[in-house]
């Protein structure tokens, strides 16, 4: 038995939600729509990313001000931490955002018809559905492919035998590991690396490289270690896990570098080394769709070697994995289809952000990065200690830099380590999509006293020496 659909999407995350739901707002409803896929709905985001991390980092968050008050005259007293109670409560929080954002809102698409299982290609314009007994056949006019990633695990001798976490399976927790060791960083091992810290475990984040995670640029990258170090968390970073193994109750690292080698004894260990596109057994080779451990590939408008096969979101061969860039593909790739387009998203507008405190937050190029396709660019930053509002909120770790072009004075990057850097990022998004210098930025008022001040004075310092203004300067 073959059922035929207008679109089929392969998946149920963001960026299957978002084609599905453009593309039945396009027709009017008259689309018809299948989505398959198999697990939690909602994917990633709802259910093993963003909602998840988010709550445990506020949780910490509140723990760490308890402790550690901000201001003289306020005494800490010790948070009692159930981190049972808090799990429960974070796995609680996921159910009821998966139901009101994904299985209510399925309800008023009647159009879209879900599938559950697995989705293998077994033609250019046909998928297979295993649901146990018997195959079901799924013809289409267009796919989309928007199966995600799954945490990828680096090659370790023993790290199977001796057990580990993922960011998909920690949110199983219901002790504290009194030690954690984090393999990797990015934004995934230092959010939860910071929050579990801040809940009392004692986080060692091993780096095979230097840098903090990959794409900060080194002098902010430097700040934001230096900040979370501060808190205690231990970076041993130019070194490689060789092999893990249990002694007496314990899990035990061996790590080498150029020195030599040396063991770690922890409690648990967290695998944070990145993402991996979900491409494996879902017959690509005979739907003609090229592909590499990377991702799928794709045009600028989402289409495949496939023309009538699209993919979008984290499966994707791209610089960025977001829940709101596989959000915005997912809508474009609806859009290209019903009104035969071939539109794309530039990437240099996309903001991504690290939630630790500080935050990190960036869109665009990295001085280095524009240097070296387009010729000298011309950069400023500027201390968090020089705004008004982070002395008044006690803070001093952090850094405002903008990347200009040096001769017409375009802002095309901004970057900060920052309190709050993920809400004031839009203004650096919306001064490269416009094309603003920083000219534009020092003649528009921002509010007094804000975070997001810094940007304006980031800017007025390309102009003048900013230790010698009064506050509101223009």
């Known amino acids: 038995m073959t059922e035929e659909f207008d679109i089929v999407i392969i998946g149920r995350g963001a960026a299957a939600f978002s084609a599905a739901i453009k593309a039945s707002e396009l027709s009017s409803g008259q689309a018809s729509i299948a989505m398959i896929g198999f697990g939690p709905l909602g994917g990633t985001c709802v ?5 998840p991390s988010k709550y445990i980092i506020e949780a910490a968050t509140v723990v760490h001000t ?3 008050p901000r201001y003289p005259g306020i ?19 996921i159910r009821e955002e998966r139901t009101t954002k994904y299985e209510e809102v399925l309800r008023s698409y009647p159009n879209i018809k879900v599938f559950d299982g697995r989705a293998t290609f077994i033609d250019r314009n046909k998928v297979c559905i295993n649901r146990g007994s018997e195959d079901l056949g799924i013809g289409g006019y267009n796919f989309i492919i928007a199966t995600g990633s799954s945490a990828k695990i680096k090659e370790i001798t023993g790290l199977q035998e001796t057990g580990y976490l993922t960011s998909d399976n920690v949110w199983n927790l219901n002790v504290l590991p009194p030690t954690l060791a984090v393999i990797g960083g990015g934004f995934i091992g230092l959010e939860l690396g910071q929050a579990l810290s801040r809940l009392g ?17 080194t002098d902010l990258g430097n700040i934001l270690m230096e900040s979370l170090s501060r808190e205690g968390i231990e970076f041993i970073t130019g070194k490689k896990v060789t092999r893990v193994y249990r002694r007496n109750g314990k899990k ?13 004894e922890v409690d648990e260990i967290l695998m944070a080394s990145g993402r991996k596109a979900n491409v494996n057994d879902m017959g690509l080779e005979k739907a003609g769709v090229e592909y590499s451990e990377r991702g799928i590939t794709v045009n600028e408008s989402f289409k495949t070697s496939n023309p009538i096969i699209y993919a979008t979101g984290d499966v994707v061969d791209q610089r960025y994995r977001l829940e709101t860039l596989a959000a915005r593909e997912g809508a474009t790739v609806a859009s290209n289809i019903f009104n035969n387009l071939e539109n794309g998203i530039d990437i240099n507008q ?16 990295t001085e280095a990065e524009y240097s070296s396709k387009f010729g000298k660019a011309e950069t400023r930053a500027v201390r968090l200690s020089s705004v008004p509002k982070a002395r008044i909120l006690r803070e001093d770790k952090g850094i405002f830099k ?24 839009m203004e650096g998004v919306y001064a490269i999509k416009f094309g603003l210098t920083y000219n534009d930025l020092i003649e528009s008022s921002h509010v007094f006293p804000t975070i997001a001040e810094g940007l304006k004075l980031t800017a007025q310092s390309f102009r003048r020496d900013i230790s010698r203004m009064s506050c509101c300067v223009e």
């Open 201 to 217: 475990s004692h986080v060692k984040i091993i780096k095979e490289h230097n840098t903090i995670a990959a794409g900060i640029e």
């Open 75 to 93: 005494t800490s007293s010790s948070a009692k931490i159930d981190f049972e109670k808090l799990m429960d409560s974070l796995r609680e929080a």
């Open 66 to 68: 308890q402790n550690n």
């Open 350 to 365: 996309v903001p991504w952000a690290i939630f630790t405190e500080p935050q990190f937050a960036s869109v665009g190029y």
């Open 402 to 425: 903008i990347v200009a072009d040096a001769q017409s004075g375009k802002i095309v990057g901004v970057h900060a380590v920052s309190p709050f850097a993920a809400e004031f990022i």
């Open 47 to 51: 259910n093993i990313g963003c909602v």
């Open 252 to 264: 035990v690292l061996e790590i080498a570098s150029a020195n030599g080698r040396e063991e770690i």
